[in-house]
């Protein structure tokens, strides 16, 4: 355990040297605003917090807290769920705000060119004016960059796409010491030596300072679709995935939402959707570059789907349509949210295994006398268990929510799936990573850790315990 040191005054005063006194806090209502994130983790505040506006800033500024042991919590719009975000030893809050700048658009090559604290919603909007798409879609739209980074984010284009991993080409980040370094770059191949970038995609937070990235881009598809289709069954809506594949259409999406998932959805929006009558339903995102593509793909998977338990298939074509049906979607922890007090396991099962997921989770919230909905990315496997508290005393609820995510996520682990799927494991369930990982590997991240940061002060206390 490392005896951390404190923020002095002659400290702050270093500090408002390197940002300017405008740009630091440790006014109370700042420090509350900047003691946690979405989780139900209690909140951590800092002692300071910090904006830096450049690569310069930011590498005096951990240079400054690296030698005089001073902890750092990186933060970008503190959307996480995992407790990453939480300043758990105090010291410096190190926020991008105003590191928000889409720095270059490149559409020779193809990729842009970003600060950490770009919403995710604006580089999808200016991309897209210049017919070019960035895929990752986190639900959390006005996350930023540099979070889905530190988290590997997926999202509703996993199934097609990949993840945030697969898009990033180059990072420039900031080592706890304060060195800067540069990673990988505009060039598409690169066999030369380890490939660092893919330490620091996923860390957390926990090894470097992410401060510029280079984002890969693709032609964005000039024609989407969505279905919507009804089913009896969780296993009748899941045994489709795989046969849509099998016909040669590959959707960019197919998301799973149970009946009570719909009927909140319509509460929290206001407005009714095509059904709401039956247990589940899919919704099925095609793209294509011809109106006759477009026409064969909706075909293809409504086919599917009819054949093998749909109940109905309805299309919707219109972009207003379709933004009516994401919007269902993509709302649903901030409705659930709006309604319950709520905590979330976001596991990843093999896609065969979603039926059996869902129904332990079923068998868990009755045993547990509890509300869990589980809503997934059902081509990608990644299943988010959102669990909601009734009418029970918060003490006693804070004692069932630590059993029912435990079970949740061993049973995620007997079914060959992972403790998180994109939310990361952060400060909330680093106590299950050597489950899934086992010691060896827990050992080898300590070991990486311990040569990026020897004085253990950038977020520490995520992921494992040094």
Known sequence: MVNYGRVTFSLKKRLEDIVSEKYISDAPEDLEKYSKDESLTPPH????VVKPVSVEEVSAIMKLAYENFIPVTPQGSRTGLSGAAHPIHGGIVLSFERMNKIIEIDEENMMTVVEPGVLIMDLHAETEKKGLLYPPDPGQESGTIGGNISTNAGGVRGMKYGVTRDFVQGLEAVLPNGTIIDLGGKNVKNSTGYELIDLIIGSEGTLAVVTKAILRLIPKPRHTALLYVPFNSTRD??????????????PFAIEYMPQHAVLTAEKYLERRLPDNEHSAYLLIGVEGNSESEIDNSLEVAG??????????????????????????????????????????????????????????????????????????????????????????????????????VNELISVSLSLGGTVSGEHGVGYTKKNYLELKVGKTQVELMKMIKRVFDPNNILNPGKVFDL
Request: proline share 4%; glycine share 4%; aromatic share 6%.
């Open 45 to 48: 505040p800092p002692e300071i």
């Open 237 to 250: 809506a899941v045994k489709v995935v795989p046969e849509i594949i099998k016909r040669k259409v590959i």
């Open 303 to 404: 086919e599917a789907c009819l054949e093998m338990g749909g109940l109905d298939a309805f299309v919707a074509e219109t972009q207003t349509q379709q933004q009516q049906l994401w919007e269902a979607r993509k709302c649903l922890f901030d409705a659930y949210k709006s309604f319950y007090e709520i905590d979330e396991v976001d596991a990843c099962v093999p896609r065969n295994k979603i039926p059996d997921y869902v129904e332990e989770a079923e068998k868990i919230a009755e045993n547990n006398r509890l509300l869990i909905v589980n809503i997934g990315h059902a081509g990608d496997g990644n299943v988010h268990s959102i669990i909601a508290k009734g009418e029970t005393e918060r003490e006693e609820w804070l004692k069932v929510l630590e059993k029912t």
